[in-house]
């Protein structure tokens, strides 16, 4: 009976093994520090498809790539001949990086692989915020326009909104290739559609409520900060709808948000730059669970999404955040009731899950077979 005995207990604890990682893994995280030049300062970030980060520096004019698996950095100059104030950034693929440069009042682009800068300055001062790449196209987001520059002519189209002051702030392209951006000035969603050729605008139901960043999830749901009002707003780009949340207190400081991302399971990142933290806001849950950084002091401004590898820069301490967390981090493993969808944010998750049901289950199953043999 003894060999049958220590047979049954070791597959009963193989199975037990096996369990207790899952369950204790939804409390995983990890926070690993790039630190970056001494007197760098980052005024724009963006990821290309490789896992390269690259930031963008105003005074003196330098681009930066940061390769995660060297741990390296790699420094360019960027020549311009004028002031230089980068407001925003992206990467087509891993060819090309694209910076905004409201100060010299152009796009300066950047050749990866011939390792050489290109501009397009514009004949006015059209304050350029933030440019994407479609196609042999790049998006500009500017103060009274949508502009639209074919690489191949250099000739730009002009796609004008409801107001000359109404300060695009930010640009995002969603599945069927249609793109996206907030007005500061005018309180407002736009996006222009490739059905029709035209600029479509929605105004955010709180008045003034000076939306700052932008990011979409694959719900085709665009995400943005409201900066005066201090709320996460959501437009459904499907059905033209709005939802605004009141950011909360947590650990009984109040959110802040400064930047957004949205990661592969369209949760939404938050940097909290006062509070020295990031916030990871769980869209399905309604859940905010914040996440503490390299001391109060950090003060993380920019935030961006590779997936679900979440990077942040913090400008206190002068790194580059790369951070991981498991899918529930934060979050009560144990199933609760589907809260009533609501405005108003959820209550503080606890960082410390409970054991999940499996590995209570799997407790059971040895008691009950210790005691079955006992008996024999």
């Known amino acids: 009976m003894l060999p049958q005995r220590l047979t049954a207990l070791a597959i009963i ?3 037990i093994m096996m369990l207790i990682p899952v369950a204790l893994a939804q409390s995983s995280l990890t926070v690993e520090e790039y630190k970056y030049p001494n007197g760098t300062t980052v005024d724009a970030m963006c990821v290309d498809s490789r896992g390269n980060v690259w930031l963008a520096q105003s005074s003196p004019a330098t681009l930066y790539r940061v390769d995660p698996s060297a741990g390296t950095f790699d420094k360019y100059v960027i020549p311009t001949s004028s002031d230089t104030l980068f407001r925003g950034m992206s990467a087509e693929g891993s060819s090309y990086i694209w910076m905004a440069d409201e100060g010299g009042q152009q ?5 990866v692989g011939k390792n050489k800068f290109y501009n397009f300055t514009f004949p006015l001062d059209l304050n350029p915020t933030d440019v994407i790449a479609q196609d042999n196209y790049l998006w500009v987001a500017c103060n009274m326009e949508l502009g639209r520059i074919n690489m191949d002519t250099n000739e730009m189209k002009d796609y004008y909104v409801d107001r000359y002051d109404a300060s695009l ?6 599945r069927m290739g249609n793109v ?37 999830d694959s719900q085709g749901r665009l995400w943005f900060l409201e900066s005066a009002s201090s709320k996460l707003g959501m437009f459904d780009t499907n059905l033209n709808t709005f939802k605004e949340i009141d950011l909360p207190q947590l650990d009984g400081a109040q959110v802040y948000a400064k930047r957004l991302a949205v990661d592969s399971d369209d949760n939404v990142w938050l940097t909290d730059t006062a509070n020295g933290r990031v916030i990871k806001y769980y869209t399905a849950k309604d859940a905010f669970v914040p996440i503490s950084l390299n001391g109060t002091k950090s003060y993380p401004t920019l935030i961006e ?35 009533t969808p609501s405005p108003t944010p959820s209550a503080t998750p606890t960082p410390k899950p409970t054991p999940g049901f499996e590995v209570i289950a799997a407790l059971c199953a040895v008691c009950i077979v210790a005691r079955k043999f006992n008996k024999n």
């Open 169 to 174: 702030a930010d640009l995002a392209m969603d």
């Open 180 to 216: 996206w951006f907030v007005e500061y000035s005018s309180g407002k969603v736009g996006g222009y559609s490739r059905m029709d050729d035209q600029v479509h605008i929605f105004p955010i139901p709180t008045a003034d409520s000076k939306p700052t960043c932008l990011g979409i």
């Open 107 to 111: 796009i300066i682009g950047y050749d």
């Open 13 to 15: 604890s193989l199975f």
């Open 305 to 339: 999404a590779d997936g679900n590898t979440i990077w942040a820069v913090e400008s206190g301490a002068s790194s580059l955040a790369k951070i991981r967390a498991d899918p529930l981090y934060g979050l009560d493993a144990t199933p609760t009731p589907t809260a």
